[in-house]
């Protein structure tokens, strides 16, 4: 029951991962390889840490969260007959992780383990139980872990964790005394995130650019129109052009406010972004020039106070 329910979820994990979007260093949906040494906690004091492998499959539907599943292979020695176990593990965790922004993340990690096992004694031959079966079978565990990722670029990152598992059987090692036995995993890994999303400003071309008009003398300033910053020549559509000003004043009227707060918007979904507010000092001189400069940095402040990083809006000059 539990590798079908397993088997569903990493197929919703890759469906979803198609449509997957970047998101900072790394991807809502990655894979990668693991390697490592696992280690038996049963009823033998004797045991030995044993090579392990496998692969890992991660979706991250927010920063903070990802549901991955991990499949290893293991074969764990135990005793002086050199009992071996070999599990194969399929696990299912939900990872929390602590520095969301960060090329260097640690997380936690709880969720559940559907494994294999099957154990030898030392000359290879399977260990039976008193009835004769053999020690074999499908079992589940609680998993819990901790690691950290850090990230090697923008779509490689290096894995590590510990996992410690409390599996609901009493023979791992052959024997059975009555108390369930446990195992543990330490693991490194190589996760590539795929790359399904809007390329970086510096893959693209130039930042986006929303150019200040410079101010225009009006013949008639009480009837004249409030002047503007509009936006460069851009083929996205995805802004209406206009940011409005009270005439001779670098006061944002109120139906500008709602075009900014969907560039906000925009910004927050796309966090690799930058705007570029150009200043087209060639043709607005004096006071004009310095009107100019006010609106655009009133224009940044109300970003700001958004809470759209400073670096992201860039003032310059033409």
Known sequence: MWYKFTLVVLLLVVFAGQDARAQGPGGKFGAGVLVGGSKLQGDIANTSTAMTGGFMLKYSPFKIFALSSAFTLAEMTSGLDAIKTRVLNSSLTGNFTLLPNNKFRPFISIGVSRFHYSTTDGRGQPVLRADGSRVAGWETALQVGIGVELFTGRQWAITTMGRYHAAQVDEL???????????????????????????????????????????????????????????????????????????????LLDKS?????????????????????????????????????????????????????????VISEE
């Open 257 to 313: 406010l709602a075009k900014l707060d969907t560039l906000f918007r925009y910004l927050t979904d796309n966090p690799d972004e930058v705007v570029e507010l150009r200043l087209r000092s060639s043709k607005a001189q004096g006071q004009h020039a310095k009107l100019v400069r006010l609106r655009a940095e009133a224009v940044k402040a109300y970003l700001v106070n958004l809470g759209i990083a400073p670096e992201r809006i």
């Open 173 to 251: 090692d052959g024997i059975n005394l009555g108390k369930n036995d446990r195992f543990m995993d330490g693991l490194i890994g190589l996760m590539h995130y795929f790359r399904t999303g809007r390329r970086l400003p510096s893959e693209q071309g130039p930042p986006r650019q929303w150019l200040p008009r410079p101010l225009a003398k009006p013949s008639n300033q009480s009837s004249s129109p409030s002047h503007e910053v509009s936006k460069a020549a851009n083929d996205s559509g995805r802004f209406a052009d206009g940011i409005y000003f009270a005439p001779n004043s670098a006061q």
